[in-house]
């Protein structure tokens, strides 16, 4: 009788211990992507800004640097509202609806990502609204906060028209 009470006891605290980590890693998921893609590709889209999709997945550590060394920082997002960029942040594991800006189609993360070909992560996606949103870059890794910003800056001043990103950097962040 007191082995079945203490198996008793043992199986309640393991299925505890199980059941609040499964609570804390779901509330980790839901606070990486916790906005949603869509209305942000959908505001793009309709006022004509620059969309940045950044592919990610639960688990890189260089999508996490990104979102806490580069996206977060004032300047960047300084830079982003100056240069008309729209910035989302897509789960290349998700399910929930998306819409693809080249196509126009309806579809979720996970295919989006397919359709873009990620491979690594995170990879960063520009969109040309001068162009009907077609792609204009996708580079795979992650980018320290001053390439992120210059990237940014030949975007967003139209230099990708007049020359490579390599040359604008030499030319010293001029056209």
């Known amino acids: 009788m007191k082995k079945l009470k203490y198996l008793a006891l043992v199986f309640v605290l393991f299925s505890l211990l199980i059941n609040g980590c499964n ?15 869509l209305p942000v590709i959908e505001n793009a889209m309709k006022n004509k800004k620059y969309l940045m999709v950044i592919f990610e997945s639960e688990d890189c550590r260089y999508c996490t640097k990104l979102n806490k060394e580069v996206l977060s920082d ?29 196509s126009r189609n309806d579809m979720n ?9 990620v491979q690594g992560f995170p990879t960063i996606a520009i969109f040309d609204p001068t162009q009907n949103y077609k792609l204009l870059y996708k580079i795979t890794g992650y980018l320290p906060k001053e390439n992120f910003i210059n990237l940014i800056d030949y975007v967003g001043s139209g230099c990708y028209n007049k020359l490579p990103f390599d040359k604008y950097i030499e030319n010293n962040k001029k056209c």
């Open 23 to 37: 609570k804390k890693e779901e509330a980790g998921k839901s606070e990486k992507f916790k906005v949603n893609p």
């Open 74 to 102: 004032f300047k960047v997002k300084e830079k982003l509202i100056k240069d008309n960029f729209e910035v989302a942040i897509v789960n290349v594991y998700g399910k929930r609806p998306i819409i693809d800006p080249e």
């Open 109 to 117: 993360e996970q295919i989006l990502a397919y359709v873009y070909k």
